[in-house]
Each structure stands twice: as C-alpha cells, then as structure tokens.
C-alpha cells in the first residue's frame, strides 16, 4: 500500500512513517500545499492523509482541488481543530474521513487500512488480464486456476502493471508505486523485483504478460 501524507510537523510525519512502514505501508511525505499537489498529481497512492493547516494553502482548499482534479483516492483530513464547523467543512470538500490531533496511532492505522479498503471509484476490486486474476481487495493471485503467493513488493510491482494494463510504465513511475522516497533509484533491486514477478507469473504460462520495451520501461499485458 503507498500512502501520500502532506504533513508540515516533520517530527509527525517521521513517527507515522515510521509506524505505517512496520505494516508495509509506504510513505510519500510532502510539507506544504504546492508539494503536495504536485506528489498527488504525478503519483499512485491508495490513501491520501492532509493536515487543515499547511504552508500555502490550507488542507482544505487542497482537498477540493484533488476533487477538482478528477482524484478519486480516499481522502483523510489531520487537524487540531476539533469543531463541527471543521468536520463539516473537511466532508464538504471531498474528504472521506476527518481525525483530530492528537490521536492514537492504532487507530490511525485502522482508519487508513479502512479507507484503503474502499479504493477510488473508478478502480474495480478484481482485475483479470488474459488468464491472471488480480484481486486487489483481498491481495489474491491467481493463473488459470493456479493461485500465486506473493511478497508485499512483488504484489504492489503486479498492481502497479494492472493498473497500467498495455500502458508503457517507466521505471520512475514504477518505483515511485513500490518505494518510499528514501529508496536508491540507482541500485538494481526493480530488476531483480521484476524477474522474481516474471518466474511466478509468466514462467510455465501462456501468453506472457511482462514485456520489457526497450529504452523506454515496462507494458504488461498480451
């Protein structure tokens, strides 16, 4: 799961990157409004977490742009104002969930995990491309009527592919999908996540699905 979290306080923002890191949840962190508007416009993330309070611009207001925007990711806003204004004012805006500072990180986790659950609309639960089922819901894997067991990274690399199904997908965007930013661009762990992906879903199948395009990155699909 990659969770962009545009968070001023850094010593917050370390500690929930730090907790959501021990449940393989990755994190993309931005500071200010601008930051986080270019991260949601040029990335993949299965839940968005906005502080109200941002250098900028407020949450808010960056809630109803994303909206604006056609983003449809589930959306929670993170504020110290705990008013029913401010409630009202954060579901009006297009967010999805509303938690005020401080708070217990148990249950932070537990609302991502619920608001990650739901997906944005436009996204079905489970994918089939050729004879591979992807269940993103329940993370199942199957080929045929074989199922595939998967790593946490092998199966966000196949759900970055699925969702990108016959698009040719670079290598940027890929790691963006499957790292966090403190990943090395430089290093050749994607190839070696790639080949270990290719020997459980292609190996011993047919039409192969993971097809290098040379020079330029990555298409899956027939």
Not at 85 to 101: N, P, S
Request: net charge negative; charged share 30%.
């Amino acid at each position: 799961m990659r969770l962009l979290l545009v968070e001023d306080d850094i010593q917050l923002a370390d500690v929930l990157a730090a907790g959501l890191a021990e449940h393989d949840i990755a994190v993309t962190h931005a500071t200010t409004f601008g930051e986080g508007r270019e991260r949601a416009a040029h990335g993949h993330f299965d839940v968005v977490v906005l502080d109200v309070m941002l250098p900028g611009g407020s949450g808010f207001d960056l809630c109803r742009t994303l909206r604006d925007a056609g983003n449809t990711h589930p959306i929670m806003m993170l504020t110290a104002r705990d008013t029913v204004d401010d409630r009202v004012t954060g579901l009006e805006v297009g967010a999805d969930d509303y938690l005020t500072k401080p708070f217990a990180f148990r249950e932070f986790l537990a609302r991502v995990r619920a608001l990650a659950r739901r997906g944005p609309r436009f996204i079905a639960p489970s994918l089939t491309i050729a004879n591979l089922t992807v269940d993103l819901a329940s993370r199942r894997v199957t080929r045929g009527e074989q199922p595939i067991e998967l790593t946490a990274k092998e199966f966000a690399l196949l759900e970055c592919f699925v969702r990108h199904h016959d698009e040719v997908v670079d290598r940027a965007a890929i790691t963006a999908s499957v790292w966090d930013d403190n990943h090395d661009p430089f290093t050749n762990v994607l190839e070696v996540l790639i080949r270990r992906l290719r020997r459980k879903i292609d190996d011993g199948f047919e039409p192969k699905l993971v097809h290098t395009v040379r020079g330029a990155g990555y298409r899956f699909g027939v």
